[in-house]
RNA sequence: GGGCGGUUAGCUCAGCUGGUAGAGCGCCUGCCUUACACGCAGGUGGCCGCAGGUUCGAGUCCUGCACCGCCCACCA
């Protein structure tokens, strides 16, 4: 063993040696019938790891290695998500650049074409989990494209189709004109634009006069089927139901009163396009206005005479049509927010198309029920309140996509009209006979799939042995934005599939900022790759970085934080060496004899409950807080500088209960860094197993009595390396400790008595003076009194020591 | 426009049900003490965002304010 410990070599080895040996597998090491099951949010096949990942996986990783050494079968399923828009995207761009497009090679050769490419370059990300440490059972691992996936798909698309849930309209629906399909609300992203706002007179049919609106998109008065105002605003109550005329079509179309008109916005009065905005299709809905389509799919103007202009070419056109006739008020400047699509960053418009859609009431109620009662809790409490009103104000589900990428959808059209769900896909049709059938091209929403994972990949609809087994499972681990598009998903979907919830808990994790707090983003370069301290420091230390950062609100990534995890796997070695080489030929074995002994076993279970806690309540920063202190300041600063020169003399139970204190020791921070303890581990003496699934400590209070033990000779330690006076210690013991730990005789400078006496002044001085308090003394707990005039007791004696 | 969170040492952050401020890093001073200089010991450093209130006592509870984030939202 080398003093310096290098993680470079140890840890591959130990990665490769675990998962040869079937340790990462299902139910490794399993010593009761509980099971304890977290599925890996799967990434995108073709996603690489982010820091995102590195911490969630880490997380994940703690609680299963935890639980398998407490003898629980564990799983922990992996896998990847098809995403069907971003990896449809990613291969229209390739075909982009190679002077094709997707249309011109047609969907069947585009399929196959995604799937030459994802067999080439897709999967990446188990590997990279596998260099975190990730005891993950990679030879469970899933696709959402799988053939036995895409049953479960169908047939849970079908169940819901049978209970009538599914149906399909003809909405208004935000529509990405790069990928040609409508995408969910949840899928735009709004970004801030610059745009100029312009102000259109529309004058009245009849009379003289008439009403100026404000719009940003002139191009789509081409569809304005109506003017609303509110119905309060005295400035036009003389205009309701009088009608005026679109420019350019000269259409007359009437002015309609409705509550959604802001009349502080713009001049009050807004043009309709029932076709083009979500709002004007909820009022021209109500208002009984006609619906034109001025746009089409790809973006560009499809209006009588446009056909072909885009919206900008158009745009300028209609400009100058009103500016000529002076109907062109004002143009300003004007910054608001646009939607645009979250994978191509084109602008969103919002096209009437009909799309199948999902009921969320009956779906959405047990799920909310469930989580009222906290069969499902979310961490922290904040998110839990989130996820029950999100389910609560769900609104019907979006599940088609006009993509090629993704599960085609179940439903079939025969050629009298009649519509089919089926899986398998059926012969005839189910109401004439008919065998021509057509099925529906569009395909089934990402997310659809997605909230199938911890059933699909158990082999449902099937009754397998794994659903039976690890389902229900126990704890998922996301980030904050997938409580809506997947986390409920699964929960409602698992309590109408299986009358079960999936899981009983939900971490929501830190997002990881970059160090100077903007988010970390590959088109900013603010990014890190998780593998670049993987290899700098190690995964061990990566690992303990990123949960010692952890928290339940965003966190700035911190190298500090993994060189401090290096740092603890190098202090770990070293103590190892000192105690295996003192301990050749020596058997593990609990022998306490000297109070440093009962001591440190005594701070072992303390410190082993504490983990147990903070990891029950998934608080991994204090965890690792614990861990730390435990091995620097209790371990090796006073337990191994105690009893070192008993190792060197030769001292049967003191090398025996290093050894087993040793092993105890590494075992609580196995879960935490996983592979510098199973290294030092496999230098124990007669090693029969793996510390990965060897027993977690159990608890042991035999030397409770002595956890404060060593209070009374830190104080003197303290005392003596600030002052250089020397305080009197009773017990033969802590006079030895004393001695052994701070050598006295080795003591160089002389210290500042005086220094010391002064702190010491002034604290006598505050602890007088709250005693002197009577209302304190009369209204404060007695223990905190009691507490006082103890510390004002010590101060005082050491004062005396120090030679007042 | 709603909702949530934050503001504590130079930096990054802990501080649970109120008891008189902590950690890591940084900086300064000693130490190459036969496990570790990726170490040991000691030290410097804080009107706990601002203003009120409750209390014997307030980073900790209440009210208001100021900034800073994030999420959601149909203001043309």
């Not at 053939?147 to 599914?166: H, K, N």
């Not at 659809?448 to 681990?477: H, I, K, Q």
């Not at 004696?797 to 120090?802: I, K």
Request: charged share 30%; net charge negative.
């Amino acid at each position: 063993m080398e003093p310096l410990y290098d993680p470079a070599g140890v840890e591959r080895r130990w990665q490769e040696t675990w998962e040869a040996e079937g340790l990462y597998g299902a139910g490794a090491g399993r010593r009761r019938d509980q099971s304890f099951v977290i599925c890996i949010p799967p990434p995108n096949v073709t996603g690489e790891l982010h820091m995102g990942h590195a911490l969630n996986g880490a997380m994940q990783d703690v609680l299963i290695r935890w639980h398998r050494m407490q003898g629980f079968d564990t799983l922990w399923q992996p896998g990847y998500d098809h995403a069907g828009i971003s990896t449809q995207n990613v291969v229209e761009k390739q075909l982009v650049a190679e002077g094709t497009s997707r249309q011109e090679v047609g969907r069947e050769a585009f399929v196959e074409r995604t799937w030459d490419w994802l067999e080439r370059t897709g999967r990446t990300i188990m590997g990279q989990y596998r260099r975190l440490g990730a005891s993950v059972d990679y030879s469970r691992e899933r696709f959402t494209m799988d053939d036995e996936y895409v049953r479960s798909v169908m047939t849970f698309f079908v169940r819901l189709w049978e209970r009538g849930w599914i149906y399909r309209a003809n909405r208004i629906v935000n529509w990405c004109p790069y990928h040609e399909t409508a995408i969910s609300d949840l899928e735009v992203e709004h970004v801030e634009k610059d745009d100029t706002l312009y102000r259109i007179v529309y004058p009245f049919a009849e009379g003289d006069g008439g009403l100026t609106i404000a719009t940003v998109r002139p191009s789509t008065l081409l569809g304005d089927t109506g003017v609303a105002v509110h119905p309060d605003d005295p400035r036009y109550a003389h205009a309701v139901g009088r009608e005026v005329i679109v420019p350019v079509v000269e259409r007359r179309v009437p002015v309609v009163a409705d509550v959604r008109v802001e009349p502080e916005f713009g001049t009050g009065a807004v043009k309709v396009t029932p076709g083009h905005d979500p709002m004007d299709f909820e009022i021209g809905r109500d208002h009984a206005l006609q619906t034109l389509t001025v746009i089409g799919p790809d973006g560009r103007m499809v209006a009588d005479g446009f056909e072909g202009l885009t919206q900008q070419e158009a745009d300028e056109r209609i400009l100058a049509w009103l500016e000529e006739r002076g109907r062109l008020e004002s143009r300003e400047p004007y910054r608001h927010s646009v939607g645009t699509c979250e994978r191509c960053h084109s602008r969103i418009e919002p096209l009437v198309s009909p799309q199948w859609w999902c009921r969320m009431d009956e779906l959405g109620a047990p799920a909310i029920e469930a989580l009222r009662e906290r069969r499902v809790r979310f961490h922290p409490e904040s998110q839990h309140r989130f996820a029950i009103e999100s389910l609560e104000q769900a609104p019907d589900w979006c599940v088609s996509r006009q993509l090629w990428w993704g599960h085609q959808i179940p439903v079939w059209t025969c050629e009298n009209g009649h519509q089919v769900s089926a899986w398998p896909p059926p012969e005839a049709c189910a109401q004439c006979g008919s065998g021509a059938l057509e099925r529906d091209p569009d395909v089934l929403d990402t997310w659809f799939s997605s909230a199938l994972w911890p059933l699909a990949t158990l082999g449902w609809p099937d009754e397998t042995p794994e659903l039976d087994r690890y389902y229900p499972g126990d704890v998922n681990v996301t980030a904050r934005e997938i409580i809506r598009l997947w986390e409920n998903r699964m929960i409602f979907s698992g309590l109408f599939l299986r009358g079960e919830v999936p899981f009983t808990d939900v971490i929501i994790t830190s997002t990881i900022l970059a160090a100077d707090g903007r988010r970390m983003s590959k088109s900013l370069g603010t990014g890190i790759d998780p593998m670049e301290p993987i290899e700098a420091h190690g995964a061990d230390a990566t690992r303990y970085g990123l949960l010692k950062i952890s928290s339940t609100q965003d966190v700035r990534y911190s190298v500090g934080a993994i060189e401090e995890g290096r740092k603890l796997a190098n202090k770990l070695w070293n103590v190892a060496r000192l105690i295996l080489q003192q301990t050749e030929g020596v058997e593990p074995e609990t022998r306490p004899s000297a109070l440093e002994e009962r001591w440190i076993l005594a701070r072992l279970d303390a410190a082993r409950a504490a983990v147990e806690e903070a990891w029950s309540r998934f608080d991994f920063s204090a965890a690792t807080s614990v861990l730390y202190h435990l091995t620097f300041d209790d371990f090796c600063d006073w337990y191994a500088e105690a009893v070192k020169s008993r190792l060197y003399d030769g001292d049967d139970d003191a090398r025996s209960t290093a050894l087993a204190a040793l092993e105890r020791l590494l075992a609580l921070l196995h879960p935490l860094m996983p592979h510098v303890t199973e290294e030092i581990w496999s230098h124990l003496p007669d090693r029969r197993g793996r510390l990965i699934v060897a027993a977690w400590p159990e608890p042991d209070d035999a030397h409770a009595d002595t956890l404060t033990a060593l209070d009374r000779v830190q104080e003197a330690a303290r005392v003596f390396r600030r002052s250089g006076v020397r305080v009197e210690l009773e017990g033969e013991e802590e006079q030895r400790i004393f001695s052994a730990v701070v050598r006295p005789e080795r003591q160089s400078a002389a210290g500042d008595a005086e220094a010391e006496r002064e702190r010491l002044r002034t604290e006598i001085g505050r602890a007088e003076g709250m005693l002197a308090n009577e209302r304190f003394v009369a209204n404060a707990p007695a223990e905190v009194v009691e507490g006082e005039r103890a510390k004002l007791e010590r101060y005082r004696r050491e004062l005396e020591l120090l030679g007042a």
